[in-house]
């Protein structure tokens, strides 16, 4: 679910769910419930579900603190309340499967499988009590997690800590979140692994937040995370966490290798902004080390990696190419109005501003005034280079869209690598507006929109044109958006790849095009109700390219309707595959590999009431389908299967 513009703008929480827990009575804002967080950290419509007594889905009809009601949605058992994968894990607990509540971690490992959760649904497991993470029963790769959530029951950290012994890995698990603390205590590298991902591939995320910790106790200097070569991306992401002299660790917790790279993300505000420790990555001459961090976030030491920049999402470092900077932040302000005749750095003038900017060797922040509300400011034609540590913003930071500025006709902004709260970046051009130079080796182009930021186009041109042979990333976060009402805002050549990472970001219809060859990868969150894949060119045939959405790991591709008489081989990934026969010929879909991708999901849908053409369905690699090497569709009315890989074969289930 998109965040609410205003909702809470001060608060950790970005969606409407607001967890887990025992009994009504423990609802947040309820009269005698000890979580009383007042408005707006509660709202008229949050959802919450409750596991004993009355069990079932609530919903908040009335947020008011000490006195809030919460009406039943949903419940009697049957699950959570529509959810589906949110789980409890409670060592100490009676096991009671039909409200996703467990006390046996092998059944719960069953229980988040992939093919017992709704498609592309990862799940949330929160720990009532301190557990030990078993070896027994563990397959080669470690526990599949299936992209999970790991949390704690209680809001305090370090009441509930899940503890990974040595031997014991835990495979394809995506965040750690709400108090949790995780210690781990390997003698060799690797405790988290992602097999689905091979090498050079889909970028390995694992992030830690809302007050959870991680804590690495080897006696070795063992780390928690292995890159494993040919180019790859490993993401570290702090956001809200705690670590630092409350959780020391004794080595590193990723350990990359020369070609590769890793992402320090660092999200937060003052005190309360995340933390990585001194030492959190090591790595020989030729890996890079790239940080996002909060405006105030400390960097962490890191011997061996040169040159670490004390600046806002995102800064560079690398052994093979040192940065350094020095002084603090300054802020340069543009205005429609009139300024005072003693601020030196507010300017009405932007090619004043730009001089002043090309003089200071600080990070600076540009901010955006403008004095009458739906009139836009306007930079002019020229070249402008921003660059590492510049970021852009409004004076005001709440409302998306409370600053807008138009780049006219001719003006190109190069290099921009952040957009801050309440700033729209209008493009109304017939070129290239926003444009980067080429990054170091190994490294991706990085732009950045902050919560209720924005980039639109009017203009008849693309904003980007992203036409080098490098990962162009933009992350979306809570209210930032990509809109248009002219031309595509991205245009990404054969041979590019776009990758969008949104959290509670919005990317409207129509705002990415590509030519045949171009690669294009949404990183979103399962329920994220803002991103739109209608994006014409983008719809997954095999002579143009792929919409991708990947909901935390998971990757999901939807085709276009195959008429009669279509042959369609499917791309890796979780497919929905829509045949749309009207009874003048077969259709034909051949599998892909199923050693390519263990645990692949495709959905291959009849939509219409069509009897008479076969949809015949075959694999890739000599591999079979239930034993058969075609596989036809029920011949009745929409009709529908899903096929699961098991490494080896594939499986028909309903």
Known sequence: ????????????????????????????????????????????????????GVPGLYVCTSPTQGAAVWVLLSGGGGGTGGAGYDFVFDPLGVQNPAINLYSVWADLITAINP?????????????????????????????????AELRSYTPATGTVTLTIPDGVKLDMLSRIFDSLVVTCAPTTDGVFEFSLFPPGTTPRVLSVGLGAALQ???????????????????????????YGSGFPSTGPFVRTVAGDA????????????????????????????????AVDATVPKTPGFLGALAIPLPNTQSTTNPLAIKGALRSLIFTDGVPDAWDTDTFTVWADLYEVLLTLDVPVEILFTQTVVGTPLHLPAGTWVMGSGITWGAVKRLATGECSVYLDDGCVIQDLTEIREGLSVVGNSTTPSLTF?????????????????????????????????????????????????????????GGSTLVIYGVGGDVQPSTISGAVGAVCVMQCETDETGVSLVQPGWLGLPLGPALVSTQRGRVNIQTAPLASGAVYVVLNGSEFVRCAPTGIGAITVTLPDPTLEPLQTILIKKTTADVIDAINVSAAGGSTIDGVLVYPLPATPFSMIRFVSDGVNWWATS
């Open 1 to 52: 679910m998109s965040f609410v513009p205003g909702q809470r703008p001060w608060s950790q929480l970005n969606s409407n769910w607001q967890g887990i827990f025992n009994v009504v009575g423990e609802l947040p804002n309820v009269l005698g419930s000890s979580l009383q967080m007042g408005v707006p950290n509660v709202q008229l419509g949050d959802l919450a579900y409750v596991t004993t």
């Open 115 to 147: 093919a017992n959760l709704p498609e592309g649904a990862p799940p949330v497991v929160t720990f009532r009590n301190n557990f030990t993470v078993p070896v027994a029963g563990m397959p080669v790769t470690g526990w599949p997690m299936n992209f």
């Open 216 to 242: 690495n106790l080897t006696p070795n200097g063992s780390a928690l995370i292995l890159s494993p070569g040919g180019g790859t991306f490993v993401v570290l992401a702090s956001i809200l966490a705690q």
């Open 262 to 293: 890793v992402i320090g993300n660092v999200a937060g505000q003052g005190g309360l902004a995340g933390k990585l420790p001194d030492g959190w990555v090591v790595g020989p001459v030729g890996s890079s080390l790239v940080y996002q961090m």
């Open 437 to 493: 130079s080429a990054p170091p080796p190994g490294l991706p182009i990085i732009l950045v929109l902050r919560p209720g930021s924005a980039i639109a186009n009017v203009g008849a041109s693309p904003m980007i044109a992203h036409a080098v042979a490098d990962t162009l990333f933009i992350g979306l976060r809570s209210t930032a958006a990509l809109a248009n009402a002219g031309s595509a805002v991205v245009d990404v050549a």
